[in-house]
Every structure is written in C-alpha cells, then in structure tokens.
C-alpha cells in the first residue's frame, strides 16, 4: 500500500464511516460480542461518551476512514485512573498493512501523555478457530506488546457457540 496513512482525532460526524467497519464485525464474528448492529444515532453518542475523557482516533487514507481505536476507562472507581481497555477496528478490506500498528502507537502516545500507565484489551479467543474467530487480535496486541493476564473460559456465547476471553496488558509508564 503506497497511500500515505493519516491517523486523526475522530468526531461524531464519522459514526457512520466507523459504524460501517464495526457492523461487519458484528454480524460476521465473535470479536464483537455484540449482537445488533447499533444505529448510527446510537454509535455517534457512544463516540461522543468516550471522547469527553478519552481520546478516539480514525486512520484515513485517501479520504476514507479505514480504522480506528479508541481507549475508555478500565473501570469507574477512582483507583483504575491510570488503566484504560483499548479497543480497534480495521475495515475488513485493509488488514495487514500496518493500520492497526499506526493507530495504537498514537493513542499509546496520546495515553502516555495522559499519565495513563496500564493498557488492556479485552479479546474473543477460542483455542480452534472457526469461520468467525482466529487468533488474529491476540497475534496483533502481542506483536504491540501486550501479555496475556488472564483467560475466562466460555463466558461469550454467539452463532450458537461459546468462546473464552482473553485479557492482555500492556504497561507503558512507571508505577511510582
């Protein structure tokens, strides 16, 4: 791919760009635990939710919104202040070009900026993979460096099938 890869902040205006990438994932596999497809309305408020604290970026060639990654809070008590759980979409159509890798190293930038220090991904995993899950999102965070640290067993259940979670960190600052 020779088309230059800008990763910019994203805005409500893009929910239906960003949706378009997200439904498939909805309707097509099981790295979405979501069964429906949201409405647009309904995909903008959550882009609008998270960018009020957090930051949410979109990787646009030519024009065209091809990815994006977001980071939200680990948990709502003031303790987890320096955790977030990330979360990212590639348009099925532009995998494997170093998208992903671009729009993450942004927002760990931005997050370390931030003072945030612990970052997390919360994955679907099956030990066999099916026509709706591979270990593609478990090879990608590992090769950013995130470790596994934890692994629930069969809580997801879609299409007719129960898939395990994987938890996976990464620390990008200092624990003082």
Request: aromatic letters at 14%; glycine letters at 6%.
């Amino acid at each position: 791919m020779s088309a230059e890869v800008i990763v910019r902040s994203a805005t409500v205006n893009d929910a239906k760009d960003l949706l378009a990438i997200y439904a498939y994932y909805v309707t097509n596999t099981a790295i979405s635990f979501e069964y429906d497809v949201p409405t647009v309305e309904e995909f903008a408020d959550r882009i609008a939710k998270t960018l009020k604290n957090s930051p949410y970026l979109v990787a646009v060639i030519n024009d065209k919104i091809v990815g994006y990654a977001y980071a939200a809070p680990l948990k709502t008590r003031a303790a987890y202040v320096k955790s977030v759980e990330l979360s990212i979409y590639i348009d099925r159509n532009f995998k494997g070009h170093g998208i992903g890798g671009k729009l993450y190293q942004a927002l760990s930038s931005e997050l370390k900026q931030a003072g945030i220090i612990n970052l997390y991904a919360c994955i679907g995993y099956s030990e066999v993979e099916d026509e709706y899950l591979n270990r593609n999102s478990v090879d990608f965070h590992e090769h950013m460096g995130f470790k596994i640290v934890g692994h629930f067993n069969k809580c997801g259940y879609k299409f007719g099938r129960y898939y395990d979670v994987l938890w996976m960190e990464k620390i990008i600052g200092k624990h003082e």
